[in-house]
């Protein structure tokens, strides 16, 4: 026959929600974390086969063969610098993120995550400049995927935020029902 579950302190309605949420933002984090490895090797690849590679810029620019040798340290320095710095925000947002849903009590990674979706939010507004002006406007199968990476990795951010605010408010609701009681 079936089974009558009882509700008891840990499957309370509020209980259950508060386990989902922390499972969303772990997920979420791990995935962010999983889209900051992407956009690394994203660039690593237009940089060394890519659009962005150093033969490419050295023969659009036209440089002098004795300038090659610094232009090719300075931009590999600059493109390092910058996927270190991508790769050290996603886990930092990530693990953050993992961590809350823990129980860890810093939220630091939240300011940085609502930050980053704002800026994601605007910088995909590009998409939508460009097919408003169409005779720039070049629809590519990189252009399509960019912009699913960008609603992707957008999505998973306010997810973060949307799940770091239920457990918040899940949380403050558990414990004024405990004092209440």
Do not use: C
């Amino acid at each position: 026959m079936g089974e009558i579950k009882l509700l008891t302190a840990e499957n309370s309605v509020t209980d259950v929600s508060l386990r989902r949420y922390k499972k969303e933002l772990s997920t979420a984090g791990g995935g962010y974390i999983l889209f900051g490895l992407w956009s690394v090797l994203k660039v690593i690849m237009s940089v060394l086969i890519g659009d962005l590679s150093l033969g490419k810029l050295v023969d659009m620019q036209q440089l002098d063969q004795e300038v090659v040798p610094f232009f090719a340290i300075f931009y590999f320095v600059i493109v390092g610098v910058m996927a270190i710095a991508v790769l050290l925000l996603h886990f930092y947002v990530g693990l953050g993120a993992i961590r809350a849903s823990s129980g860890s009590r810093k939220r630091g990674y939240l300011k940085v995550a609502f930050v980053l979706a704002i800026a994601n939010m605007i910088s995909m507004l590009a998409y939508v400049w460009n097919i408003g002006n169409l005779s720039i406007f070049n629809i590519s199968d990189t252009t399509i995927a960019s912009f699913l990476v960008d609603l992707t990795i957008t999505i998973i951010l306010i997810d973060i935020l949307r799940s770091a605010n239920k457990i918040k408010n899940l949380t403050m609701e558990k414990g004024m029902g405990k004092q209440g009681t």
